[in-house]
Nanobody
């Protein structure tokens, strides 16, 4: 059992920045990939970014490419999502997720463990 806890969400004006953190605990193993997803009101959960254990493989959704940066600190069992130049359309609940092994999918169903989410609200 792996537990994931997101933090760092909040209210920010358009153009601002936030950094989300995802702390993993429990029965974590080496070589797990991490991902970030978000869900806005009235929309389905969508992929944001994913990163492999070694950080050698990284994927971003087109909507956030160039603005968001995913990273991780394996010594701390923590993943990060640095969000810059935030837009109102970035408003959503952001979830971190993990799966054993490589980044084999960017679909939510491919991830085994999920945090409870953290709210990000971007105003203009």
């Amino acid at each position: 059992q792996v537990q994931l806890v997101e933090s760092g969400g909040g209210l920010v004006q358009a153009g601002g920045s936030l950094r989300l953190s995802c702390a993993a605990s429990g029965r974590t193993t080496r070589n797990y990939a991490m991902g970030w997803f978000r869900q806005a009101p009235g929309k389905e959960r969508e992929f944001v970014a994913a990163i492999s254990w070694s950080s050698g493989v990284i994927y971003y959704a087109d909507s956030v490419k160039g603005r968001f940066t995913i990273s991780r600190d394996n010594a701390k069992n923590t993943g990060y999502l640095q969000m810059n130049n935030l837009l109102p359309e970035d408003t959503a609940i952001y979830y971190c997720a993990a799966r054993t092994g490589p980044v084999a999918t960017t679909q939510a169903l491919g991830f085994d463990y999920w945090g409870q989410g953290t709210q990000v609200t971007v105003s203009s």
